[in-house]
């Protein structure tokens, strides 16, 4: 993302802090992401049966979402300025989150839930 | 140019109580360094317009039952704990339109860029839960 022409990052204290604080916002995404797929596995190899290739790509797709957006938002915000690159991962934050929620909700239409 | 006291006095009558304000001047847009066409207004007002829409619908989508339903506390505190970050990621969820508008329309400043990034938060951020809810 191309923003304003902001001066050279000064405290690289700060954006190491922010930049780690919302790591492990995104690692609990994360976190959620992959404990979904390992019980949706479990569970389809209790009843002896393979997960479709939609689901491994819904449930794959939801692991994918946090990482990518982390690592994007640290990439465009690495020359900004501490407070645009909080906003930035704000806004990936919350985007990881809606498309999260998106998969959940095409993973449940096919499983037949909705 | 004319001298504005000269200005003041003719547009003050005799026996007048009330001073007749003289009108303000118009700052010309290009001074203020920033692009304001209407087309750009209009299509910035068109965008701002379908965050506000999606974010509804994201409220709806969170707030539906299928969803609701994944979002249960857990015992103790890790439980608890469990149970509130997953409740503010539902929050982002919904304003994660208008933060996506906000962001793209404030900090980018080339416009064909700031429209590109504004219309692939539109489409990104459409809100699958509510509008497959209605399928």
């Known amino acids: ?114 | 140019m004319a001298d504005p006291e000269t200005d003041d006095e003719a547009l003050t009558w005799a026996g007048d109580e009330q001073e007749i304000v003289r009108p303000a001047r118009q700052v010309p847009p290009a001074a203020t360094g920033r692009e304001s066409g209407a087309p750009t207004l209009v299509a910035l007002g068109v965008l701002g317009g379908i965050a506000v829409l999606e974010s509804i619908g994201w409220l709806r989508g969170v707030l539906s039952a299928t969803l609701e339903a994944t979002l249960q506390p857990g015992p103790g505190a890790l439980g608890a704990f469990a149970f509130g970050v997953n409740v503010l990621g539902r929050v982002a969820a919904v304003v994660a339109p208008i933060l996506w508008f906000v962001l793209a329309a404030w900090r980018i400043r080339t416009p064909t860029r700031r429209f590109a990034w504004l219309a692939l938060g539109a489409v990104l951020l459409l809100p699958w839960p509510a509008l497959l809810g209605l399928l």
């Open chain 1, 1 to 114: 993302m191309t923003v304003a022409a902001e001066a050279a990052p000064r405290r690289p204290g700060l954006r190491l802090a922010i930049v780690l604080a919302f790591l492990l916002a995104f690692l609990w995404q994360l976190l959620g992401a992959v404990s979904n797929l390992l019980a949706w596995a479990g569970f389809a190899a209790v009843l002896h049966r393979q997960l479709s290739a939609f689901a491994w790509l819904v449930l794959g797709a939801g692991v994918l979402v946090p990482i990518a957006a982390y690592v994007l938002a640290v990439l465009l915000g690495r020359a900004r300025t501490p407070g645009t690159l909080a906003l930035m991962l704000v806004v990936a934050y919350a985007a990881s989150q809606a498309l999260t929620l998106s998969l959940l909700a095409f993973f449940q239409v096919g499983i037949g839930v909705r």
